[in-house]
Nanobody, 117 residues
Framework: QVHLVESGGGLVQAGGSLRLSCAASGTIYTLMGWYRQAPGKQRELVATIAIGGTTNYADAVQGRFTISRDNAKNTVYLQMNNLKPEDTAVYYC?????????????WGQGTQVTVSS
């Protein structure tokens, strides 16, 4: 069973910064990333990072957020700078393991990020 332990959420004023961490058990994952879900909205991609370091960001966070990973610790990070009230959401860690027979997909429990104006 895969365990994802998230940390780093909280309350911050607009313009501030937070750093999220997600430590994963098990294998080294092909893709690690963060998604978020605001009240009344669908879950959306924030950023992903592949095992080789290739990154992908949502347009809304490009230039403000930075995703990174430490394969030795099996941990993914999300550095969030210049936070805006519209960044308020529950942030979920996601890891994917791509195998010959398919993709295994795992989610963290979520961590709340609240940005006050």
């Amino acid at each position: 069973q895969v365990h994802l332990v998230e940390s780093g959420g909280g309350l911050v004023q607009a313009g501030g910064s937070l750093r999220l961490s997600c430590a994963a058990s098990g294998t080294i994952y092909t893709l690690m990333g963060w998604y978020r879900q605001a009240p009344g909205k669908q879950r959306e991609l924030v950023a992903t990072i592949a095992i080789g370091g290739t990154t992908n960001y949502a347009d809304a966070v490009q230039g403000r957020f930075t995703i990174s990973r430490d394969n030795a610790k099996n941990t993914v990070y999300l550095q969030m700078n210049n936070l805006k009230p519209e960044d308020t959401a529950v942030y979920y860690c996601n890891v994917k393991h791509v195998k010959l027979l398919g993709v295994s997909d795992y989610w963290g429990q979520g961590t709340q990020v609240t940005v006050s104006s």
